[in-house]
């Protein structure tokens, strides 16, 4: 049974919390904190499955908590439930920044929380979260990742200046993935040889801020993929949360297109569609890259991919993954053609589509 630590300043709110928690067999609420400073007092001495916590509270609020546990170098697996994590999509992007694995919004009125689709959704991300690997205390991009960044990409610069054809970058990630892709798209080099296309499992309204916030990291351009945009290398797109991302050929180019089928292996948007709507493009090769995230998505969009293009298949290497569950599904199929940590899929991207 997983013990876990709520840490919410409303009485009723923990209550129900706790209710949702111990309702499930699998959890265990071991202790309740009303602010922040209490939630530290408790993760100084002991140790949780996971920890659900809230953003607004006195005395410490979440990210201050969370920017202390670093401080302190404390780490827990945190998954935040916040009013403000719908509307405040950048908390949210600085929650996840500062180590919080993943996130859920909390309806305003506690009433709503006893509804049986906030609960569902509630201890699905609160199982993926208390069985992750518990998160290294990391530091934001720093100039001296930079400068590593342009000293690397000049050493594969040679060699991927020789790699010839039109080529695709195609990138699925889950939980884990907004901070992980920081480790990846400010590594890119603003000449790369191709269009980048990542599915990132977000709900509508979080993607244009990861959007914004990789763009300010980058030398290559970053931005939410709108409808009819026309892909050009270089530039990466980030798909609409809340909607099915599709690659679809127009005039001898490549445009963005957006579909409203229901949600495919339980996520919106999903990878699979958008690997599958590449099998009748006439890219020389698809590089497709599977990152952290729970589930299986992209496993059976790559199958199905393989039997019609080349492609080359990137998968992240399991210690450096918050969630094994993506990548793992592409290597038990027999898909991935390179296992790499974290640190070297830029590389490998960069070696594997060329620069110009």
Avoid at 134 to 155: I, Q, R
Avoid at 159 to 172: D, T, Y
Avoid at 292 to 309: A, C, F, H, R, V
């Amino acid at each position: 049974m997983k013990n876990i630590l709520v840490v919410d300043d409303s009485a009723l709110m923990r209550r129900v919390l706790c209710d949702i928690i111990e309702s499930d067999e699998r959890f265990h609420v071991q202790d309740r904190a009303v602010n922040g400073l209490e939630a530290l007092d408790l993760l100084s001495r002991k140790t949780y499955d996971a920890v659900v916590l809230d953003v607004n509270m006195p005395q410490m609020n979440g990210l201050e908590l969370l920017r202390e546990l670093q401080k302190r170098k404390i780490s827990a697996k945190v998954m935040m439930a916040s009013t403000d994590t719908k509307e405040g999509a950048k908390t949210t992007l600085d929650a996840l920044d500062l180590g919080a694995l993943d996130f859920v919004h909390k309806p305003n009125n506690a009433m709503d929380c006893r509804g049986g689709e906030f609960k569902e959704r509630f201890l699905r991300v609160l199982a993926v979260v208390a069985d992750s690997r518990t998160p290294a205390v990391s530091k934001a991009f720093s100039v001296e990742d930079m400068k590593a960044t342009k000293k690397m990409v000049s050493l594969v610069s040679k060699h991927a200046a020789a790699v010839s054809g039109n080529r695709i970058v195609a990138l699925a990630s889950s939980t884990g993935g907004p901070k992980a892709l920081q480790s990846v798209v400010p590594k890119l080099p603003r000449n790369l040889k191709a269009p980048v296309v990542i599915v990132q499992h977000m709900p509508a309204g979080f993607t244009a801020s990861l959007a914004e916030r990789l763009d300010s990291l980058s030398e290559v351009k970053v931005k939410e993929a709108a409808e009819g945009d026309l892909l050009e290398a270089g530039t990466v797109y980030i798909a609409m949360g809340g909607k099915h991302l599709n690659i679809v050929p127009m005039s001898g180019k490549y445009t963005i297109h957006y579909t409203n089928e229901p949600a495919r292996e339980g996520v919106k948007p999903c990878a699979n569609y958008m690997y599958e709507s590449l099998t009748e493009s006439r890219f020389d090769q698809i590089v497709c890259v599977v990152m952290t995230g729970m589930g299986s998505d992209g496993t059976q969009g790559i199958q199905n991919l393989k039997k019609k293009k080349k492609t080359h298949v990137i998968v992240q290497e399991a210690s450096t993954c918050a969630v094994y569950g993506m990548p793992k599904s592409a290597v038990q199929a027999g898909l991935a053609d390179q296992t790499v940590p974290l640190e070297q899929i830029a590389q490998e991207i960069i070696m594997n589509v060329g620069v110009k």
